[in-house]
Structure formats: structure tokens, C-alpha cells
């Protein structure tokens, strides 16, 4: 199934952006990394809307919208967990907990998922959770209360929501929206990431190195958007949102590659669960 496919590739590119986001994110602050990259992918989305161009509808601009500022807020969250220290516990809920609730959302409202295509989602499920594991860092600490769960798992909600609303946008007006939800959810992140930024004390900006992996995020992230939004107006919600949260695989994949770190057994147990996913649910 075609859109599957796309689904599957915008989780891996998504993937990619969280890495180049991370590694900016080294030697500048994370919220100036993330609004910089939204602000430097637009001419690359103005090209994407021109050869693609249809009418605005007012109604997919509206969710589209919704959705950016959902995805912005999850984002914030998902950094004041992260800033505690307990990175290695706050993502796979984070990540969870955003390919869960599309799923339920999905089969509630008359998704036609059954027999080895659900099971190929809850496959997804488990190898998005095994692969976003890591060990801990050098001086982490893991101390988990109920009050960072909240955190992590409302960040969870606020990307859900995105992956909700986005989709909701694409199949408006019989499908026919073309990329106008993605800009307006760019904007909508825009303009909220702004005013947080003006809100908090001056963050280091990423320069030089830190600066073209940014152009790196910004571009991926605002395509993977783009594949999503495709894949979301022809295959179910239940299906679509969990193989876009799949992007752990690759920023994983870049982890070695990049930074030569070392997969643990479990990662490799959820790369083996994601291939199986991906198997199933295209059968």
C-alpha cells in the first residue's frame, strides 16, 4: 500500500530531523534550534506549495493550525521532561504514548483495522518503545516521579494530537488541500514557539556547525510533515501514525553511523518487531 510506504518514509525522515535537531542542540539551546529550523524550511515549503499548488480551504487550514500549535506544545513539554535528566525514561513514553493514542482515536471512529494489520500496529507499538530505549548518559539521573510521567506522557498527548489534527486536515474538502495545512501548522508553531522564546531568558542560537544542522532539521522535519499529510488523505489513522512514529529508526541508524555509538540488544529486538510491523501491515 502506497501510503504505508509514505507513512514509513516520513517516520525515517522525521527520524533524521530529530537527529540533526539533537546535534545543534549540543552546543545551542533547544528552543532557538527548533523555531530557527521551522523559520529557514518556509522557502523550501513555497517551493513545495507552488508545484503542488490548489486553492486554500479554510477548514484544512483550520486543523492544520491546531495541529501545529498541539505539535509546539508537545515539543516544549518533551524538553522540559528531557531537561531533567531522565532522557532514557522520558522517551519511549513520549513516543508511545504518540503512536498509541492515534490508534485508538482511529479504531473508535471506524478504522477497518483487523487480523495481521493490528497486530502489525502493536508490533509498531513495541519496537517504537524498544528502539527510543538508550542507557543512560554519564551523570543522569533518573529519578521518576509522577509529576515527570505527567510531563512526558502530555508531551506524548500534544505530538498525538498533531498526528491527529494533521490528518484530519488532508482529508477535508475530499482531499484536496494540498500542503496548505502544512503551512499553516509551520506558522502556528511559529508564532507560539516566538512567544515562548520571548518569554524565557536568551538562549544560546546555534552558529556555524550548529547552524547547518539546523537547515538539516528544518527540512526534514517540515518534508516529513508534507509525507505525512499525503499518506494521512488515503490509509487509516490507525495505521498511518504509528509507522510515522517509527522515526527512532533512523535517528538510531544515524547514531551509529555519525557518533559511532553502540546499538544495545533491545534496540536491535525493536528494529527486528519494526520490520515485522511493517510486513504485516502491507499484507
Known amino acids: 500500500m502506497l501510503y504505508a510506504a509514505l507513512a514509513t518514509l516520513s517516520g525515517l525522515v522525521w527520524g533524521v530531523g530529530d537527529f540533526a535537531g539533537g546535534k545543534a542542540s549540543q552546543t545551542a539551546a533547544a ?9 529557514i524550511s518556509l522557502p523550501l515549503l513555497a517551493v513545495y506549495v507552488a508545484l503542488t499548488y490548489v486553492s486554500p480551504h479554510p477548514a484544512s487550514l483550520s486543523w492544520g493550525a491546531l495541529g501545529g500549535a ?17 532522557m532514557s525514561v522520558v522517551a519511549p513514553v513520549t513516543a508511545v504514548t504518540a503512536a498509541a493514542i492515534p490508534v485508538a482515536v482511529g479504531l473508535a471512529t471506524g478504522d477497518d483495522t483487523t487480523g495481521l494489520r493490528l497486530l502489525g500496529v502493536a508490533f509498531a507499538l513495541v519496537a517504537i518503545a524498544l528502539v527510543s530505549l538508550s542507557p543512560p548518559r554519564p551523570g543522569e539521573v533518573r529519578v521518576v516521579s509522577a509529576a515527570l510521567l505527567a510531563v512526558a506522557i502530555g508531551s506524548g498527548l500534544g505530538f498525538a494530537v498533531f498526528f491527529i489534527f494533521l490528518g484530519r486536515a488532508g482529508q477535508v474538502a475530499g482531499g484536496t488541500a494540498g500542503l496548505w ?45 508534507a509525507l505525512y499529510l499525503v499518506a494521512s488523505r488515503h490509509g487509516e489513522l490507525s495505521i498511518v501514525a504509528p509507522l510515522a512514529a517509527l522515526g527512532p529508526v533512523s535517528t538510531v541508524i544515524l547514531a551509529l553511523v555519525v557518533d559511532h555509538e553502540r546499538m544495545r ?18 499484507r
Open 31 to 39: 528552543m532557538p534550534v527548533t523555531w530557527l529550523s521551522k523559520l
Open 70 to 86: 498541539a505539535g509546539i506544545v508537545g515539543l516544549v513539554l518533551f524538553y522540559r521532561a528531557l531537561s531533567t535528566g531522565a
Open 181 to 225: 495545512p502544512v503551512v499553516a501548522s509551520q506558522l502556528a508553531g511559529l508564532l507560539i514557539g516566538g512567544a515562548v522564546l520571548a518569554t524565557r531568558r536568551r538562549g544560546r542560537w546555534p552558529q556555524r556547525i550548529a547552524l547547518r544542522w539546523t537547515l538539516v532539521a528544518g527540512t526534514f522535519d517540515m518534508t516529513a510533515n
Open 265 to 282: 540488544p533491545v534496540q536491535v529486538l525493536g528494529f527486528g518487531m519494526a520490520v515485522l510491523a511493517l510486513i504485516l501491515v502491507n
